[in-house]
């Protein structure tokens, strides 16, 4: 038998064990029910195995942020942790697209730790915000589109430390790999988006307010732990499911939609990634209120019915909504509190 042949098989047998490990694993706020079932599309449990739980510990920063540590090493994903008012979770008409991009760098730093990477989906103000600080006091190198380039280079990033990408490629860093994937924006009720546009330079002059961050085209991310899990990371509730396709993360950080705009968009996202032993619904609350404080939830989203639905389209995956406090192991199961 080759190497190629021999590594493939034992790339058959870790991932075997995580989506069992997954499955039996207990979810500290919500798990999913009907284990042994067979779902839609022939969507089946997974066997219960001995989970992995020490190849890396995540916290969720709210929105769709994650901290994810690996061994010594931080990735973080879409961080916004300043989480300023804008009036957008205020009565109808009280958003204030004109609000001023601030960050509180001493709250930054609390949360963000020393990241060595930075992933960024997409370039409105609730994923990048805060990643221009980041960048300049850590070093970390950030990974997004061309549009995430322009942005931070205005904003006084070392050009140097941003990676340019558009999906497809994979990256290999010390103890994991980032997979990156092509993906889109999530609709509002009128089928479009707040602020879209991208850049293929600088801008005139450095960003300001919210409405001064375009879109910029979406990413999505699949980081692929060595011997340990892979969590794919969405900013926003669509997918390019043909990019997608074929991948198997063994955790989906799943954006949960706000309107019915996008045609199938949770049983697409589920097929197109072979039904993923975890399901975390995040980008569902209020991002506008402190991570002291325990999540609210946005009142346009029904988590409730996200839940359920994620269930019955695929019963043999484990649904966990997490909160801003709890650290999670590579297989998602709440770690002992330190300190």
């Known amino acids: 038998m080759s190497d190629r042949e021999t590594g493939s098989r034992r790339e058959v047998v870790r991932r075997t064990l995580l989506r069992g490990a997954a499955l039996g694993a207990a979810a500290p706020l919500l798990s999913a029910t009907g284990a042994g079932a067979t779902g839609p599309g022939g969507a089946s449990a997974r066997t219960a195995s001995t989970p992995r739980a020490g190849t890396a ?6 929105t769709s942020g994650w901290r994810i540590g690996i061994g010594a090493r931080t ?11 804008t009036g957008l979770f205020g009565p109808k008409g009280g958003f204030d697209a004109k609000t001023k991009l601030t960050t509180d760098h001493a709250l930054v730093d609390r949360h963000a730790g020393r990241p060595e990477v930075v992933l960024v989906s997409h370039t409105h103000w609730d994923h990048i915000n805060d990643v221009p600080h980041i960048a300049k006091s850590t070093g970390a190198r950030v990974i997004g589109t061309e549009t995430t380039y322009h942005v931070l280079r205005a904003l006084g990033v070392d050009p140097a430390q941003i990676s340019v990408v558009k999906g497809g490629e994979v990256l290999a860093f010390d103890g994991y790999s980032v997979e990156v994937v092509s993906s ?4 509002n009720a009128s089928y479009s988006y707040f602020a879209p546009g991208t ?6 002059r450095a960003p300001r ?6 879109e910029g085209d979406t990413l999505a991310f699949q980081v692929t732990v060595d011997g340990g899990p892979s969590l794919f990371l969405m900013g926003a509730s669509d997918i390019d499911e043909r990019s997608a396709r074929g991948l198997r993360p063994d955790v989906l950080m799943a954006a949960t939609p706000a309107s019915p705009s996008t045609y199938r968009y949770l049983p697409r996202l589920l097929e ?7 399901v975390v619904p995040v980008h569902w609350d209020n991002f506008e209120k402190p991570l002291a404080s325990p999540p609210q939830r946005d009142p346009s989203i029904d988590l409730d019915a996200f839940v359920t639905e994620v269930r019955r389209l695929s019963p043999g995956s484990r649904v966990v909504v997490p909160d801003y406090v709890t650290d999670f192991g590579g297989d998602m199961r709440a770690l002992p509190p330190t300190g």
């Open 75 to 85: 990735v973080l994903f879409d961080p916004y942790i300043t989480r300023f008012t």
């Open 272 to 278: 197109a990634l072979d039904h993923p032993a975890t």
């Open 184 to 187: 889109r924006h999530s609709r």
């Open 199 to 204: 850049l293929n330079a600088p801008p005139h």
């Open 209 to 214: 307010t919210i409405s001064d961050l375009p």
């Open 57 to 62: 510990v995540l916290r969720w920063l709210g």
